[in-house]
């Protein structure tokens, strides 16, 4: 029987609190999403439990963010900032999620501002509009999900572009 070791249990609760905090860092990126695609994506699919879920959960969570749209933004940005600079203490692992998890939220917020207004309503409202939405709401939530294993399991998730830029903001902070 192996005995009992504090240190080992105190590295354990470290890296689970760890993996917790940089999995919750991708609320942010889901928010961004939501607040332009899940609407279409739940309210128009035939599934009762895709509406009730936006209806009780997605909804209230992008109502609150809209309410206190610039207090979640400077979170965000303190949150980002300290993390690149290595203030916030923690793992090179932690830094590299928790900003790779924001940069996402960013390119997500470039890619919903350009469908909302960049695209004109007659393409956006008709079926390829609809497809696209959907595209995007649906992917960046298998995203979100193959990352959150990825972490879970203490392993960097791999994304094009984003974790080049997670390593440099991570290599320029401190150690």
């Known amino acids: 029987m192996a005995a009992f070791s504090l240190s080992k249990f105190k590295d354990a609760a470290i890296s689970g609190a760890e993996r917790l905090l940089c999995i ?7 928010i961004e999403v939501s607040t332009t695609f899940a609407a279409k994506a739940h309210l128009k699919s035939d599934s009762i439990a895709m509406k009730y879920f936006y209806v009780n959960y997605v909804a209230k969570l992008i109502d609150f963010y809209i309410r206190n ?3 979640v933004f400077a979170v965000m940005i303190a949150i980002f900032i300290y993390a690149s ?3 916030l203490g923690g793992s090179k692992f932690a830094r590299f999620n928790i900003i ?13 501002a350009l469908f909302r207004d960049g695209l004109p309503t ?3 409202e008709s079926a390829i ?6 595209s995007l709401y649906i992917g960046t939530v298998i995203l979100i999900l193959y990352s959150c294993v990825y972490i879970a399991f203490g392993r960097y998730p791999k994304m094009p ?8 903001h991570v290599r320029r902070g401190r150690d």
């Open 161 to 168: 572009i984003l974790s080049v830029g997670a390593q440099m």
């Open 100 to 112: 790779q998890a924001l940069l996402l939220n960013i390119l997500l917020s470039c890619v919903s």
């Open 24 to 30: 919750a860092s991708y609320i942010f990126a889901y």
């Open 129 to 134: 509009g609809l497809m696209i939405g959907n």
């Open 122 to 124: 007659a393409i956006r």
């Open 85 to 87: 600079n290595g203030k």
């Open 69 to 71: 749209v610039y207090a």
